[in-house]
């Protein structure tokens, strides 16, 4: 995997950062942490420079991000009510859980879209809750771009400065991404086995 995405980058140059990132952020087939280490190691070579790795990555990203955020934007709450009251046991949800959902993001939105961008496998589902909760477009995309700036430019910046090493970041990464899916996925599992609706 890790070959395929060099020779891409080393091929395709900063639109091969951007597409590969966008395709993370959409559908995650290759995880950041191999993308952004090895665009920061063609940077180290001087075949890219790391400020241009660092934008095209969050270009490609934040163009992810906002497909999830007007998909999410476009169902809205209202078209999202129907869902949970049918596919409640699905979705773990009832409405007073969204509704409280709604309240909390209302207050911690720019925080929550800001470090969520910074957090392996939360990243990608941000947008979801922002569009869906109506997060103002101007603030979604500035809070949204500081975060995966700040993602894309500490993974490329570590790729730089590790050299061949890249795949310490990984060995780190990696790991910790998949811990936070198997916990997610117990979680979920667990809320589907217990959940019952509650009234009103």
């Known amino acids: 995997m890790a070959d395929i995405v060099r020779q891409w980058i080393e091929q395709s140059g900063y639109l091969g950062v951007a597409l590969l990132m966008f395709l993370e952020t959409v559908f995650p087939p290759i995880p950041s942490e191999v993308i952004m280490p090895l665009s920061g190691l063609q940077a180290q070579r001087g075949t890219m420079s790391l400020a241009g790795v660092i934008a095209a990555g969050t270009a490609g990203a934040m163009l992810g991000n906002i497909l999830w955020y007007v998909a999410a934007r476009?169902?809205?709450?209202?078209?999202?009510?129907?869902?949970?009251e049918r596919f409640g046991r699905l979705l773990t949800l009832d409405w007073r859980e969204v509704q409280r959902a709604d309240d909390f993001f209302d207050r911690w939105e720019k925080w929550f879209v800001c470090l969520g961008r910074m957090m392996p496998t939360i990243r990608s589902l941000v947008s979801v809750p922002a569009g869906l909760f109506g997060m103002r477009p101007v603030p979604f995309v500035l809070w949204s771009t500081l975060g995966?700036?700040?993602?894309?430019?500490?993974?490329?910046?570590a790729g730089y400065l590790l050299g061949r090493n890249w795949r310490d970041v990984d060995a780190w990464l990696g790991p910790l991404s998949t811990g936070?899916?198997?916990?997610?996925?117990?979680?979920?599992?667990?809320?589907?086995?217990?959940?019952?609706?509650?009234?009103?």
């Open 74 to 84: 476009w169902l809205g709450i209202d078209r999202f009510r129907p869902l949970v």
């Open 148 to 157: 995966t700036t700040g993602w894309t430019g500490a993974l490329a910046s």
């Open 180 to 200: 936070i899916m198997l916990v997610l996925l117990a979680w979920y599992l667990f809320r589907v086995a217990t959940w019952k609706p509650r009234q009103g």
